[in-house]
């Protein structure tokens, strides 16, 4: 059975840091490339950052870049996204996503809360 479980949201104030988590289950890891996407309210899902399988490759969104970075470890099975520098504007749920390096497979977590606010 397939888990992607996020942990790590919540409140916290502008210019603050927050650490979000997914853990991963069910699949083989090192071999799919792990995303973070949010969605505030209204707006659409975005990418925010994402990494490669080993690890080797990141991208962002350039409103996150310098402000936010993406890891991995294979051997946990977990992915973060270290979140510094925190504005209101960066309030949304968000979700950790896997797809596969090769086949059309994704998966998707249930999303943590992130609210900025003063």
């Known amino acids: 059975q397939v888990q992607l479980v996020e942990s790590g949201g919540g409140l916290v104030q502008p210019g603050g840091s927050l650490r979000l988590s997914c853990a991963a289950s069910?699949?083989?890891?090192?071999?799919?490339?792990m995303s973070w996407y949010r969605q505030a309210p209204g707006k659409e899902r975005e990418l925010a950052a994402s990494i490669s399988g080993a690890g080797s490759s990141t991208n962002y969104a350039d409103s996150v870049k310098g402000r936010f970075t993406i890891s991995r470890d294979n051997a946990k099975n977990t992915v973060y996204l270290q979140m510094n520098s925190l504005k209101p504007e960066d309030t949304a749920v968000y979700y950790c996503?896997?797809?596969?390096?090769?086949?059309?497979?994704?998966?998707w977590g249930q999303g943590t809360q992130v609210t900025v606010s003063s």
């Open positions: 996503k896997a797809r596969h390096a090769i086949r059309d497979v994704t998966y």
């Open positions: 069910g699949f083989t890891f090192s071999i799919y490339v």
